[in-house]
């Protein structure tokens, strides 16, 4: 039988400089692709944003279209931070309006096996080894984390970068929620 055709197409990823404002695809921070639905796009997709806007005490208008990120063999996604622009002495910009991005799901879409990298890492936490902590993809599993602390400001512990993925391929979903 025929494959069925993929509905959505992945694109490069791409940063937004929200100083000059433009994107620049080419900032040698990430290698991986994406895709969004739009949101409420399906049943599906409607209760993905309901459950998130529940867990988060908040309203679904509040989540972000949902984001579907892939990557291949040798593939990353390096430190940054979800709320605003990494820069090198560690410090974080926070958005000066809303919306700001205050948590993030990041949910695991297939499983990559043990010592084939993929991990979502974050570098300034600690992890049970006493490294950094590492969380492995395994398919169902998702990692929630504010990005900002409980004074509502940018919390830099919350650096995070994905790892290379060393053999396979990996496909995660972002799940964003903002102020």
Not at 57 to 84: C, M, N, S, W
Request: proline content about 8%.
């Amino acid at each position: 039988p025929p494959k069925p055709k993929p509905t959505k197409s992945f694109q490069k990823s791409y940063t937004d400089d929200s100083t000059t404002l433009t994107r620049n695809s080419d900032d040698g921070n990430r290698t991986s692709t994406f895709t969004y639905f739009t949101k409420m796009e399906d049943s599906k997709i409607a209760a993905i944003e309901e459950r998130a806007a529940s867990i988060c005490g908040t309203t679904i208008e509040r989540v972000e279209p949902l984001q579907v990120v892939f990557y291949k063999t040798g593939q990353f996604f390096g430190a940054h931070h979800d709320t605003g622009v990494l820069f090198d002495d560690g410090s974080v910009e926070f958005p000066a309006n809303p919306p700001r991005r205050v948590a993030t799901f990041f949910v695991y879409l297939n499983d990559v096996p043990e010592g084939c990298g993929g991990s979502t890492r974050f570098p300034l936490l600690e992890g049970p080894g006493g490294g950094p902590l590492e969380v492995r993809p395994v398919r169902g599993r998702a990692v929630l984390w504010s990005n900002v602390d409980e004074g509502g400001d940018v919390d830099p512990r919350t650096v995070h970068e994905g790892a290379p993925v060393t053999r396979g391929k990996k496909y995660g979903m972002n799940v964003w929620v903002t102020d």
